[in-house]
């Protein structure tokens, strides 16, 4: 079944420092030789993705699909090289996509957040203070709605609750400061948990766990709409107050999604879905993977840290996916997998599996992937291949955009 969904990986796997010699050196930084590869084929990929979005979706502001994901490619950009176009780049693109806002979702990524944050950072680098504050106090003008969950907020990450919380953490981050006070999160994580505790009473499952999470009905367990992802925040230090909370209510709910694993070391995109089928980051290992490593990094249990490289052992197996080579369900999104790995275990075996994956990325549109319905953008796209390749060129900092903390 799963041919059907990924090509068979065509790369050796890692025996040793020898055939990492021409990527990396033992520290994990890229040779200048494979650096300059990547660099070129940014540039290249950069020219055709300009080109390409001529044709895009005038009025999609989202990050998802539309022009906020675009400005955030390009901030990343002017993050890694410093080169102020990309900063006038994102002003341009963020600005389009103020210009149409949803009105109507509150996320980093689907909604109106994520433009509004995404501009704040840009005038801050810009050095417009004034207009940086009115985009953080529009932003906050949301957190009311989102914490008391007005029109049946849910509290996934593409449309809910912590796709919200994300764009604070994403001004904390870009600030540099506690430009957001940690109280604003905490009330979000607050709201989170309720939620959560109200569904697993509701379905009476308290015992086996006591969060529970739902989108449309269906109890998702993958990072972008399920368990997995809103864990990974509840389990960020600080955000929910009170460690027993999180010992008591966080952890058993995060061991109930392990006891999900498939043999394979694979997860359901679903609680009682029995198909092992994707391989994503939206659904199965290479978005469960993060929940895992937080986990180890919190609670010191090995077995997490397990069951997270078996993640990884999953991604490089089942190959390359037929969907394309974007982030949400794409080659660049599961190459972030092994980055995360690399970054946790320093064991350069997985960053020459990422290395792998970006050689794939690097010839881009010529195995025969199927062509996304947004071709260009942040998460279905090229700008996120891009992105992804830029976060390679400074591997023990890279970050799963829109997402990791
Ligand atoms: N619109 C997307 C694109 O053009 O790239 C395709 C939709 C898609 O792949 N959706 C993901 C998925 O896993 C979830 S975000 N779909 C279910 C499947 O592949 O069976």
Redesign the pocket.
Known sequence: MSEQRAFKNPYPDYTGPGCAQDLFDMQGNLTQHFASRISSKISELLSVMENGLKNADPRDCTGYTGWAGIAVLYLHLHSIFGEPLFLQKALDYVSHSLRSLTQRWVTFLCGDAGPLAVAAVVYHRLQKPHEAEECVNRLLHLHQSVVQGKGRLPDELLYGRVGYLYSLIFINQQFQQEKIPIQYIQQICDAVLASGQSLSQRNRIQEQTPLMYDWYQEEYVGA?HGLSGIYYYLMQPGFVVGEERVSYLVKPSVNYVCQLMFPSGNYP?CVGDSRD??V?W??GSPGVIYMLIQAFKVFGVRQYLEDALHCGEVIWQRGLLK??Y?L??GAAGNAYGFLALFKITQDPKHLYRACMFADWCMNYGKHGC?T???PFSLF??MAGTIYFLADLLQPTRAKFPAFEV
């Open positions: 972008a995109p089928l994707l994503h939206c659904h969907k394309g974007g949400c369900h199927r996304p319905d947004t279905e796209g």
